[in-house]
């Protein structure tokens, strides 16, 4: 049995892979600060002699008793309404918070691995994006907090690789959408299905020609978990290649629905990118790993999970109040 510590264990993604590992049969120390998150992704998991839950923010120092085989940083914000208004922590997670972990890895002899980005490509140039491809980020832009903060995490990740030796792993997750995804954090999926819940038309910012592909998350945790038993460490990419407009996705959410919503368009907003699809060859070269979860069925899953939420969850437009935090 390894004991494993994930970061951002209240998160989305972050809850998803404690269920993996619980599965597994080993020892999950799940950390957060629920800035974002919420511990009703993790209350099926808090009876469990094998999983332990700390309240701790991981840009302070970090401490766990007991060896660690892995641990898994996931901490961050991670959807543009969240790094915009935090914008300081989302820098201090990624920067302050990933030192500290690469620490205590280093201590504990630990496996490491950091959950980047489709976002250090930034707004790219080279399409579809492989690996190789250093990326068009604006640096001072609105984004530029969250894509310079993981651009960081990268690089202090590899020098502790080189410099200390340290046994390191990092993923460059593309959207990944899926039940536990919060309702309001302004990515398209959620927004999409909250307003066809709430009987309202879908927004599509810009004409609605800009392509995202989208992950579903069990293809996604399978890919993080190859990576991780890899022995591979340079980046890569684990994301679906299948690409659609968003103005083709808002069409498929109006049919999946049922509803007859309008599709109303908005202004792009800044730095948006137009295209992102991730180059996927490393990933079925090494890891044998491809997307198996469709579009359609992973989209029905995730419906059926947002409709189990209350009227009153349906009606917040805002998740929560960060205001007494983000000028730390
Ligand atoms: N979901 C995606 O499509 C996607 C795409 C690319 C990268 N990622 C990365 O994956 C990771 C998880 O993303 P997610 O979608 O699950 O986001 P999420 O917001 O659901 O989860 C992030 C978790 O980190 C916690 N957190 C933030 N700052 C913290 C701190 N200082 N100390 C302790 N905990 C802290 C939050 O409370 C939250 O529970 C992030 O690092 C994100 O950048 C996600």
Not at 206 to 217: A, H, I, L, P
Request: net charge neutral; proline share 5%.
């Amino acid at each position: 049995m390894k004991r494993i510590l994930i970061t951002g264990a209240a998160g989305f993604l972050g809850s998803h892979l404690c269920d993996r590992f619980i599965a597994e049969g080993h020892h999950v120390i799940g950390m957060d600060n629920l800035i974002t998150g919420d511990l009703k992704n993790l209350e099926h998991l808090m009876q469990l002699e094998r999983f332990d839950f700390y309240h701790h923010d991981v840009t302070k120092f970090v401490h766990v008793p007991g060896k660690l085989d892995y641990i898994l940083h996931f901490a961050s914000p991670a959807s543009p309404i969240d790094y915009l208004k935090i914008p300081i922590q989302t820098l201090k997670v990624g920067a302050l918070g990933t030192h500290n972990l690469l620490g205590l890895a280093k201590e504990k002899n630990a496996r490491f691995m950091i959950a980047s980005t489709s976002e250090i490509y930034g707004d790219p140039l080279v399409h579809p994006q492989t690996e190789e491809y250093y990326g068009n980020v604006n640096t001072i832009g609105p984004r530029g907090v969250y894509d310079e903060a993981k651009r960081f995490q990268e690089s202090i990740t590899m020098a502790y690789h080189r410099f200390h030796g340290l046994d390191t792993r990092i993923v460059r997750i593309f959207n990944t959408y899926g039940p536990r995804m919060r309702l309001n954090d302004g990515r398209v999926i959620p927004a999409f299905m909250g307003q066809a819940l709430r009987g309202e038309d879908l927004t599509v910012f810009g004409d609605g020609s800009q392509t995202r592909s989208f992950c579903y998350v069990d293809d996604e945790i399978e890919g993080i978990y190859r990576l991780l038993m890899s022995d591979y460490t340079l980046p890569m990419n684990i994301g679906n290649p299948n690409e659609i407009t968003i103005k083709d996705f808002a069409e498929e959410i109006v049919k999946l629905t049922g509803t007859d919503q309008k599709i109303i368009y908005k202004p792009l907003p800044k730095d948006d990118p137009l295209q992102r699809q991730p180059d996927i060859t490393k990933a079925k070269e090494i890891l044998g790993w491809e997307p198996k979860v469709g579009r359609e069925e992973g989209m029905r899953k995730t419906f059926e999970y947002f409709k189990t939420l209350s009227k009153h969850e349906l009606q917040k437009t805002e998740h929560r109040d960060f205001s007494d935090r983000n000028k730390k």
